[in-house]
């Protein structure tokens, strides 16, 4: 330890500090910037062994990110704007659909907006990515380990295509008190909605016919037009735990007119309508509930309740709205009422999130420290949730910044005293020579 | 997470509670809207600190909202039958009004009796005469009022199943309307609010099932399960003028018909029961009535050769049981009697076959017209009023009865009424707007605002003392 050590090391304190002091400016300058993460200086000892001399501790400053979660801003209510709770960043590209995958990085700022072509783009001009839902409403098998399968965003596609009803499931009661009657009155009917491979929507008809016996209906199941495809005869439980479920079909008789056919599983209480409205007919398995269960039509006393629908597919229509679930889904909403999902917004993680480096425009691109991303849809696994309709803030906490402010200064003038302090004591030393 | 996250969160508390605030405000403006449904605020509280608006809900009590919706239904049936015959039971008058059936028939029968005492007073023929008239023109204005109101009650179903495919289009456009409005927003409230008066007029139509599906959707069937909203497509009422039957697509759902799925109450369903069973019912006894009176004076009169009309004739006509339908609309007064017509007045006295006037002390056929009053005359059953009756028997009866009618529905709206208006009470209470409970939230309001600006004061504060530290 020397003199000319001490003025070395109070250098050091001098770099040190004025880093300390140019991170907290970046934190005061950006405490609104929407998911900027904050930055702070660690100081580090550095002793020189050079010159076998212990005791010398010089100061280096390393700048370290603060991924901690920023506090939320409640939005202007833009139904696109995205927070994420938890962990996590969007994926995002500078141009739409940007082909090099080493072109992507990371972002947490959510003030996405479509642009003139209906992509989803941040105000830092960053095109949010995500996996596309087939016309099947699945996403199929995608690579959740690169970018290669994501694309831009997209909310302009103003036509669903719709896509064919293939199982449709019916529920709902009869009233028992009408069968079993000397006379029965006519028969109790209804119609549910299908969708065919073009989109159309079309009915299918249910026709609950009581019978003179007790808790026995006949169901006619016919198309829109009254032509049938053909008839069962539904018996059910009228004792028992299992009271008022169906207990047996049977007389299932078939009245299609080739190519449309109609057959049913007295097992599973399903039927199968094959209908005649294309080159290759359209199969629909209309499940009226198994026997013994009450997840399908049931037999008590009381009203007649129209019946309760539940079909896949999806009808053609046009884009009037889009909506964001809590699991990055976009769905569509058309004019048919429909909602179709449309896109799926996966979230990033990194194994090392603080080895990111922080780039242009709130984002953080990928560095040896960070490891690579692992895609995975929000909310699953260790990925925070997405929210619609809220920002994310900064994570900056002025208090602490203004704080350090004042502990730094004083450090980089303790140090600058350091440094005179040395010339000082130089200056009597060199003039112990006249 | 410090003070900055406190300023955050208590701009959150404040943005909540002007939003609060305009919600209040929203609801003591419409006060005194109907159709209203108070709305409320849902917040929740955000997991990273703050508070966070999530939608505005509608403050409803759908078993209530049921409840109404069905005693309305009665009480319109009641209403519709009860003002419907309105017209026709002024018409009919009380038993004991002079001008009115019963009247005329007892002047007639008094003239009658007066006539037998004194067979040759001109006068007292030209009484009988202007009795018998009088009778027949009061027969032939009721069967005129009767026959208005069916035209009014069929008219009012026609323009009825137009207001109700007007409803049914109208509910379903507003269901896809509120399915694309899937968050709970303001506007989609007052989507709410538009289906829900939609639906209740609905209800006074026709009583209704309503069901709600997963998509937001109201379905509507028929009160006997005919399906008439399903999501967003509807099914068109059809009415046959010709058959007077309702039906949707190939379901029929005439009201009153047995073993159909339709409906039993609402305003529709008192037009067909008037259109099906009380009109033609009183129509019945009207003319079965007519048909005694023609009958009766044709058996008491000894001068009448066959195929002859007696005092009371089917427009100059004897009766003819072909002709049966409407004869009271047509009843009128031999010709051969009224001196204005080219009659004599004193066939009157020797009766209305008689070709030369006899003695004017002959009081024969005067006691013989007096019996058409004094026995029991035959009537058709299936007019409700027994086989056999004295005719003022039969005019009182079927007055009485017909006014009943009309008495009975206007009891029995009353009754309902007094529901409807508990029932309707009891769903503004729950789904109106309470100013009291609002002035008293809108205090909660400024002081939950004032709190909020509060923290911010003190965040401000604590911030100046660390900048002057610096």
Redesign the interface.
């Known amino acids: 330890m020397s003199i000319s050590n001490a003025m070395q090391t109070g250098v050091s304190g001098l770099l040190a500090n004025s880093t300390a002091i140019g991170s907290i400016s970046d934190n005061i300058a950006n405490a609104n910037t929407h998911g900027y993460r904050r930055t702070f200086a660690q100081m580090v000892t550095s002793s020189s062994e050079d010159f076998n001399v212990t005791g010398t501790n010089n100061v280096h400053a390393f700048t370290v990110l603060d991924m901690s979660e920023g506090s939320r801003a409640i939005s202007s209510g833009s139904a696109t704007d995205l927070a994420i709770t938890g962990e996590g960043f969007f994926v995002v590209s500078r141009i739409p659909n940007d082909p090099n995958v080493a072109n992507y990085v990371l972002t947490r700022a959510g003030s996405f907006l479509p642009d003139a072509n209906g992509d989803l783009v941040n105000a830092a001009g960053y095109y949010l990515a995500g996996h596309a839902y087939g016309a099947d409403g699945t996403l199929g098998s995608v690579d959740q380990s690169s970018f290669t399968d994501l694309t831009t965003v997209n909310v302009s596609a103003n036509l669903s295509p719709g896509s064919a009803t293939s199982d449709m499931t019916i529920g709902g009661n009869l009233p028992s008190q009408e069968a079993g009657v000397a006379t029965p009155g006519d028969p109790f009917t209804s119609s549910a909605e299908f969708y065919s491979p073009l989109g159309q929507a079309d009915r299918i008809q249910f026709s609950w016919q009581p019978t003179s016996t007790a808790s026995s209906w006949d169901l006619t199941i016919s198309d829109s037009s009254g032509n049938g495809y053909g008839t069962v005869t539904v018996g059910f439980n009228d004792s028992g735990p299992n009271a008022g479920s169906p207990a047996v079909y049977s007389n299932v008789t078939s009245t299609a007119v080739a190519p449309a056919a109609f057959a049913f599983d007295v097992a599973t209480g399903a039927a199968t309508l094959t209908i005649d409205n294309g080159a290759s007919p359209q199969v629909v398995t209309v499940g009226l509930g198994a026997p013994g269960a009450f997840d399908g039509m049931t037999q008590f006393a009381g009203d007649y309740t129209s019946l309760d629908v539940t079909v896949n597919g999806s009808a053609s229509g046009n884009l009037v709205g889009t909506e964001i679930d809590g699991n990055g889904n976009i769905f569509g909403v058309f004019d048919n009422s429909s909602r179709v999902p449309l896109f799926s917004i996966p979230l990033a993680n990194v194994a090392n999130p603080v080895g990111l480096a922080p780039s242009n425009g709130n984002t953080f691109e990928f560095t040896r420290a960070s490891g690579t991303a692992q895609l995975s849809a929000a909310g699953t696994s260790s990925t925070g949730t997405i929210t619609a309709g809220v920002l994310e803030s900064s994570n900056v906490e002025i208090a602490q910044e203004l704080t350090d402010l004042i502990r730094v200064q004083r450090a980089y003038s303790s140090n600058a005293k350091i440094i005179t302090t040395v010339d000082e004591m130089l200056d009597e030393t060199t003039r112990l020579k006249r | ?5 406190a300023f ?2 208590s ?2 508390g404040l ?1 909540a509670a002007a939003r609060w605030s305009e919600l209040t405000a929203n609801n003591i403006a419409n006060a005194n809207n109907q159709g209203y449904a108070k709305r409320g605020l849902t917040t929740e509280s ?5 508070v ?2 999530t939608g505005v809900h509608r403050e409803i009590d759908s078993s209530l909202i049921r409840m109404y919706r069905l005693e309305l239904a009665g009480m319109a049936r009641q209403e519709t039958i009860a003002t419907e015959l309105n017209n026709y039971s002024y018409q009919l008058g009380n038993p004991n009004d002079t001008f009115t059936i019963s009247g005329q028939l007892s002047g007639l029968y008094s003239g009658f009796g007066l006539l037998s005492n004194s067979p040759g007073d001109a006068s007292l023929q030209n009484n009988v005469l202007k009795s018998a008239q009088g009778l027949a023109s009061s027969l032939n204005a009721a069967s005129n009022a009767l026959a208005q109101t069916l035209s009014s009650v069929t008219k009012g179903i026609e323009s009825d199943v137009g207001t109700v495919n007007g409803s049914l289009e109208k509910i379903a456009s507003l ?2 309307q509120i ?2 409005e ?2 709970p927003t303001a506007r989609r409230a007052i989507l709410q609010d538009e289906r829900a008066s939609e639906i209740d007029a609905l209800a006074q139509l026709m009583n209704i ?1 309503v ?1 709600q ?1 997963n ?1 937001g ?1 109201m ?3 028929t ?5 008439l909203i ?4 509807f099914f068109e009422v059809q009415y046959d003028s010709v058959g007077g039957s309702l039906s949707v ?4 759902i005439t009201p009153g018909k ?4 339709g409906f039993s109450e609402g305003q529709l369903a008192g037009r067909f029961e008037l259109k099906g069973e009380v009109l033609p019912q009183m129509q019945l006894q009207l003319d079965d009535f007519a048909r005694a009176l023609i009958q009766g004076f044709e058996a008491a009169d000894a001068s009448l050769g066959a195929g002859q009309a007696g005092l009371f004739t089917d427009l100059g006509a004897n009766y003819d049981p072909l002709q049966f339908n409407g004869l009271a609309g047509r009843i009128s007064v031999n010709a051969a009697v009224d001196p204005a017509q080219g009659g004599e007045i004193w066939r009157i006295r020797d009766g209305i076959g008689a070709t030369v006037q006899g003695s004017a002390s002959d009081s024969t056929q005067a006691i013989g017209f007096l019996t058409v009053f004094e026995t029991a005359q035959n009537f058709d059953p299936a007019a409700g009023q027994g086989d056999t009756a004295e005719l003022m028997d039969y005019v009182s009866g079927m007055v009485a009865g017909q006014k009943l009618v009309q008495v009975h529905a206007q009891e029995k709206q009353g009754q309902l009424g007094g529901k409807v208006a508990a029932v309707l009470s009891a769903r503004q209470s729950a789904q109106g707007v309470n100013l009291d409970e609002e002035l008293q939230r809108l205090t909660q309001i400024e002081q939950s605002y004032a709190a909020n600006a509060q923290v911010m004061q003190s965040l401000i504060a ?2 100046d003392t ?2 002057a ?2």
């Open positions: 997470m410090g003070i900055s996250s955050v969160n701009s959150s943005s955000a997991a990273s600190g703050g966070l608006i269901n896809n399915a694309q899937s968050n099932n069901s599906d998509n959707n379905n509507i069937s009160g006997g399960g005919t399906q399903d999501g967003m497509s697509g190939n379901a029929e047995d073993g159909v799925r604590m911030i660390l900048l530290s610096v």
